[in-house]
């Protein structure tokens, strides 16, 4: 993916995307099994709407975010939360270490992956 893609284009996603369904959210912490001890990497995060409801629920959350623009509206709007961790990143090369988290989420961002280099 092109990183610069979305430059000046965070404040307008931070306004006018909606945030996902609250039924959604609880189907992940109660029949997923996502919970409040959990830690998450959401790839390609963002301004950071799912992950701001993945914190709202107790998770720490990595957002991972390979625009600076996007990443910096997340850091902005998340920065209260303890549980969040911004990472310059993309989906291909996370540069967060091998196992240290338990799920995975993407939200709005999977068909910008190479799918190949993402499975490894």
Known sequence: MNE????????IYSKYRPSYPFDFI???FTDVGISQRSIIAD???????????????????????PNADMRD????NLNNFLGFTSVNGNAENTTIDDNSVDYITVAQAFHWFDRERFKK
């Open 43 to 65: 790839i390609g995060s963002g301004t950071g709407i799912l992950t701001r409801q993945l914190l709202e629920k107790g998770s720490k959350v990595y957002g991972i975010e």
């Open 73 to 76: 509206i997340a850091e902005t």
């Open 4 to 11: 610069n893609k979305f430059n000046g284009m965070g404040k």
């Open 26 to 28: 609880d189907y992940l």
